[in-house]
């Protein structure tokens, strides 16, 4: 979502804006949002949208419930058109567009170059909003794929690691239980799918950075730290035009606490 589009249609009544700010290095991003924000968005924290279900990682994916209520709050309806960002190029807000569509709201877009990219005015007024009447679906649940999931995956499948490279390889590893990645991932940071403005590279970009990988339709599990980044990778997939992309829920913060679970280190010569 360019935003051109959004300032022009920002008073839209069927438009929900969601600043989905959070940090890894601990950073409030609600202060984040109280210094400035799109005027009429409404702040979600990550917290909100994360479930508490152990040996899923760090950040495990909401309950429909839990979900449902968190929307509401935030003033989504059933029949919204949703624009969610952060200011780190999608880094975080990528985690709610995926659950918006997760969830059976497939009205929902990333604000492509986030905070950023907005040159109107910014507010600091914090924004109340009515209850919205959004319904979750049942979830995609063959979106998803768990530790045990893992384990049978078909030969051929790729495994797609978003996290930088120095975390990839092992050489340093500052919050998860092991260092280095699942053997035989491939390692395609989030950060390398947009540009030097922080904006998405374009659809042909992004399927070349992605098929020379070995990436194709149906084949590909992505995985980060926590399962946050990883769908940043995935709204890059579908820009590119390859479908059917899982997400490892627990990703690395799961795999790597257990013990039995093969670990690999040193970094991926013909990364993207």
């Known amino acids: 979502m360019p935003a051109g589009w959004l300032a022009e249609h920002l008073a839209q009544p069927e438009l929900s804006v969601l600043d989905f700010r959070w940090y890894l290095d601990g950073r409030s991003g609600a202060a984040a949002y109280a210094e400035g924000h799109i005027p009429g968005a409404v702040f979600v924290d990550l917290a909100e949208v994360t479930g508490d279900r152990s040996g899923a990682g760090r950040h495990p994916l909401p309950g429909r419930q839990q979900f449902q209520a968190a929307m509401r709050r935030a003033g989504v309806g059933r029949s919204s058109q949703v624009v969610v960002y952060d200011d780190q190029g999608g880094f975080v807000a990528a ?37 919205g009447d959004f319904q979750a679906a049942e ?41 280095g990645h ?63 992309t899982r997400l490892y829920e627990g990703s690395w913060s799961d795999w790597s606490s257990r013990p039995q679970a093969p670990v690999e280190t040193g970094p991926d010569p013909g990364s993207g």
Do not use: K
């Not at 995956?153 to 260092?179: K, M, N, Q, W, Y």
């Not at 980044?229 to 479908?243: P, R, T």
């Open 182 to 244: 699942i053997p035989g991932a491939r390692n395609a940071p989030w950060s390398g799918n947009l540009d030097a403005e922080g904006r998405f590279l374009s659809a042909e970009q992004l399927r070349q950075r992605f098929r020379s990988l070995g990436v194709g339709a149906g084949n590909t599990v992505c995985y980060c730290g926590s399962g946050v980044s990883a769908c940043h990778n995935l709204v890059a997939l579908e820009l590119a035009g390859i479908s059917g």
């Open 95 to 131: 985690r709610l567009w995926f659950l918006l569509r997760y969830f059976g709201h497939h009205q929902v877009y990333l604000l492509d170059g986030g905070l950023q990219a907005w040159t109107g005015e910014t507010s600091r007024e914090p924004v109340t909003v009515a209850p």
């Open 139 to 179: 979830p995609s649940h063959d979106w998803v794929l768990d530790y045990g999931q893992m384990q049978g995956l078909p030969a051929g499948t790729v495994l797609v690691d978003a996290r930088a490279r120095e975390r990839f390889s092992g050489e340093t590893e500052p919050i998860d239980a092991r260092a």
